[in-house]
């Protein structure tokens, strides 16, 4: 389960790799942390749940990290740890363990993923997915 | 990649094919090109020439480059009268993102020597960077509905600023028909900490000093003089704007389905103007986009009142007056001449600042001689433009004209090539004292990431999208 940063003139193109497409979901959310904070932390001691309903997987994954983001803005929880009860289908349900960033540690504003360029494509060793941060 | 076939001195045309309704058309010179023809931006342009309605050309600023849905510097007109659809990807996440430049009555070389003592100020005044919290209040439910609906005039009402600011900004600063009832409780639980933020990214407050007159008479209309201090504020409508987006963007994706719309890339999902998911995009849009006037009236108070504090200085003294706010992420519905014929359009500006000319109703009265005033920042380290709108830019653009100098470097590629202590160092070595929240996005802004704003100029000139008013160096910069 991999993430890398590809060349986009303004924003952050990100491809993720996974066997499975729960790993593109946390890779994909590790992406996302790697651009908003300036270091990951590893706490635990807040959790929250997560539930989202798309019509495809690429839906689901936008969707997913759009959630994420919310409750990065709004709460200040970034998550460390996933449980996925559900993931593709049309829904993703997940219980998220993580901590309460100070805003000495954000480093950049995600304001949202974007649908343009966005894919996920399933491969013979699992899947690859792409999407794009506005940043 | 698309086709360019150059047809004048600064236009390229992106010949029609495929699905596209229009041919595309970019402005530009062979250099300003040579990084649209790599990435993806002209591709863009072409997508949005198969936007439903769509009449003109679909077009491209010269700071043009690849953004998701529209390219940033991306201009497009529809016609409700015939299927005319609105796009949230025609005017971005940053709803109503925009500069306001603000002149004053200092002169530069009066003040050299407390330039640091006055970004240390602002820096201390002005919330900014990620996660930072307004300088008002948590908006309870009836006052961010009030910003919603009333904008500007709002944080006027509140203490921010004076009336006469509001006739120096863009609609007066509140875009009629913003519904409060139309934004979600997600956009207003991001919204109601953040007002009066600048936030973070490319958003900056910028003390610059105006070095040269480019013609003596718009710049009196305008308030410039050189050698006199200015101040400029480039923000928006911060998370709400971002989550109205996302909000709307999955009402779009249901409507294209609905209404039968085939469209190359998902993020340029629309609906008819005139329908019901058209209606309540421009409802919450323009509510999200009041939010951003209020914002930036609130930053530019706080702007005005820091400076006075710490230059030790009375109103009067400073002399701070609005010279103009301008949207640069907007859709409007403004009346435009096509093959001879009145049409009520709605135009997309994404990346893109209207640029009307005098004889426009919407412009405000002090400047019916001489245009709007519309105003380009470039990259801190090396300045900025104020042009005055045109009546080429109405024949040929929609009335608009570029909101920047355009990246041309990835934010990967740019803090490879720097460090943000380097670069700070660096700026204050050429005069110019820069304090920002994050090393990371100061090396993500190097001027090196942006293209040289001096030739984009040049390329507005020719094209004659602007009138060249003045050019401001900066002195001092916030960032977040």
């Not at chain 2, 209404?259 to 509510?287: K, N, T």
């Not at chain 2, 109103?315 to 009520?344: F, M």
């Not at chain 2, 997309?348 to 405000?364: D, I, N």
Request: net charge negative; glycine share 10%.
């Amino acid at each position: 389960m991999t993430y890398r940063f590809l060349e986009h003139t303004a924003d952050a193109l990100v491809e993720c790799e996974a066997g499975a497409y729960p790993g593109i979901l946390k890779a994909a959310a590790d992406a996302l942390y790697a651009v908003a904070l300036a270091e990951h932390g590893v706490g635990v001691e807040v959790e929250r749940r997560v539930e989202v309903t798309g019509e495809s997987r690429e839906d689901l994954l936008v969707r997913w990290l759009q959630e994420l983001l919310f409750l990065l803005e709004t709460d200040h929880f970034v998550a460390s740890e996933f449980a996925f009860d559900d993931a593709g289908d049309g829904a993703v349900s997940a219980r998220l363990q993580g901590y309460t960033c100070p805003p000495e540690a954000r480093a950049a504003e995600v304001k949202s993923a974007t649908y343009h360029e966005l894919s996920v494509r399933e491969t013979a060793d699992g899947f690859v997915a792409r999407f794009i941060l506005d940043v | 990649m698309a086709e360019l076939r150059q047809i004048d001195e600064t236009t390229w045309e992106i010949p029609r094919t495929g699905a596209m309704r229009v041919s595309g058309r970019i402005i530009a010179n062979e250099k300003l090109l040579e990084p649209i023809r790599r990435d993806k931006a002209a591709d863009q342009v072409s997508n949005v020439a198969c936007l439903p309605g769509i009449v003109g050309h679909a077009w491209a600023m010269p700071d043009a480059h690849w953004g998701y849905g529209f390219p940033i510097g991306g201009v497009a007109a529809t016609d409700p009268a015939d299927g005319g659809v609105v796009s949230p990807g025609g005017v971005g996440y940053d709803i109503n993102c925009g500069c306001r430049l603000m002149a004053t009555r200092l002169r530069f070389d009066d003040i050299r020597p407390r330039v640091r003592d006055a970004i240390v100020g602002l820096y201390r005044d002005i919330p900014c960077g990620v996660g930072s919290e307004g300088a008002i209040p948590r908006l309870n439910e009836k006052n961010i509905n009030a910003v919603l609906s009333k904008g500007a005039p709002w944080a006027v009402s509140d203490g921010y600023g004076t009336r006469a600011d509001l006739d120096a900004i863009e609609d007066g600063g509140c875009i009629p028909g913003g519904d409060p009832d139309a934004v979600s409780n997600r956009a207003k639980e991001r919204g109601r900490n953040q007002l009066g933020t600048l936030g973070s990214g490319n958003h900056f407050v910028e003390l610059g000093v105006v070095e040269h007159i480019a013609d003596d008479s718009l710049a009196k209309i305008f308030g410039l003089a050189q050698g006199f201090v200015t101040l400029m504020v480039h923000s928006g409508s911060r998370g709400l704007g971002y989550q109205v987006c996302d909000d709307s963007l999955q009402t779009m994706l249901r409507a294209v389905q609905h209404y039968g719309i085939q469209l190359p890339d998902r993020q340029l999902c629309c609906a008819p103007v005139d329908s019901p998911e058209g209606g309540h995009y421009l409802a919450a849009m323009a509510a999200a986009a009041n939010y951003a006037f209020a914002n930036r009236q609130i930053i530019i108070e706080l702007a005005r009142r820091s400076l006075e504090h710490t230059l030790r200085l009375s109103p009067r003294d400073l002399g701070a007056y609005l010279v103009y706010d301008v949207c640069h992420n907007i859709a409007k519905l403004e009346e435009h001449d096509v093959d001879g014929v009145r049409k009520r359009l709605c135009v997309h500006r994404k990346g893109a600042t209207r640029a009307f000319p005098g004889s426009r109703a919407e412009v405000p009265r002090q400047y019916r001689a001489s245009g709007q005033p519309v105003l380009v920042p470039g990259d801190m380290g090396t300045g900025s433009y104020v042009f005055a709108g045109t009546d080429e830019a109405m024949a040929k653009t929609f009335g608009s004209c570029c909101h920047g100098a355009g990246r041309v470097m990835s934010r990967t590629a740019a803090r490879k090539a720097r460090q943000g202590g380097d670069l700070a160092r660096e700026l204050a070595e050429r005069g110019i004292v820069v304090m920002a929240r994050s090393k990371k996005t100061l090396a993500e802004e190097a001027p090196a990431a942006y293209k040289d704003i001096d030739a984009v100029a040049d390329v507005v000139t020719r094209a004659g999208i602007g009138r060249p008013v003045a050019r401001i160096r900066p002195i001092g910069v916030i960032k977040g």
